[in-house]
């Protein structure tokens, strides 16, 4: 079984423009939930996607935002973007939600 | 929300040592995983274990969940075991927080 791909696994972008990420999970795996890493606040969460609607949702502001298609591909989006936006972003996969998540290679985007 | 501290910070063993890394959350959860992340950044499942007692080769796992904690046992370490170690809990009906992580680094 293919694992959780996401893409593009890099990107570098200016101030002020925005990205998508994609993520794509595991076949059969509904759930699909999103995280940034940095080193200074760690792993938090962004939102979870289940069945195309937000279960749930990170303390971050309303520029990062995401959708899930019938397929349960993902997508997260981030506008008007922010030196501290830079950051590694994961995408993980799992069947229900709340069960052993898998996590794709993630995107490591960098804001100049 | 649920609070997470994993301890030690940082770990630095000779390779064959043993080593014991801890994870303490503040409320009941439902899950449990432990993860390790590469020096590429991806994370790898290593348990699953909300509760009870896990082995998997050199690595085993224990959660006491009525004391709130866990327990990630590395045997024989190896430098290929270097990267970080996670914990992450979810408590019913609520996201994955993750622990700060313990840098683990196995010297040859």
């Known amino acids: 079984k293919a694992g959780v791909t996401q893409t593009p696994r890099y990107l570098i972008k200016t101030r002020g423009q925005q990205v998508t990420l994609s993520c794509s999970p595991i076949?059969?795996?509904?759930?699909v939930s999103w995280y940034q890493q940095t080193p200074g606040q760690g792993l938090q969460f962004l939102f979870e996607y289940f069945s195309e609607t937000q279960r749930n949702k990170g303390n971050f502001p309303g520029r990062f935002s995401g959708r899930q298609f019938s397929n349960s591909r993902s997508e997260m989006n981030v506008s008007t973007l922010e030196l501290g936006d830079s950051a590694l972003y994961l995408c993980a996969s799992s069947i229900q939600g709340e069960e052993t998540q898998y996590f794709g290679p993630g995107t490591r985007l960098l804001v100049l | 929300g649920i609070q997470v501290e994993q301890s030690p910070p940082d770990l630095i063993l000779q390779e064959g040592a043993n080593s014991t890394l801890r994870c303490n959350f503040s409320?009941?959860?439902?899950?449990l995983q432990w993860f390790h992340q590469n020096p590429w950044g991806q994370l790898i499942n290593l348990f699953y274990?909300?509760?009870g007692t896990k082995q998997n080769g050199r690595l085993s796992a224990t959660t006491v969940a009525t004391e709130r904690y866990s327990l990630l046992y590395i045997s024989s370490s190896q430098t290929t075991d270097s990267g970080v170690y996670f914990c992450?809990?979810?408590?019913?009906?609520?996201?994955?927080?993750f622990g700060p992580g313990t840098r683990l680094s196995v010297l040859p």
């Open positions: 992450a809990v979810v408590n019913y009906g609520q996201n994955f927080v």
């Open positions: 076949s059969g795996h509904r759930s």
């Open positions: 274990i909300p509760s």
């Open positions: 409320d009941s959860v439902n899950n």
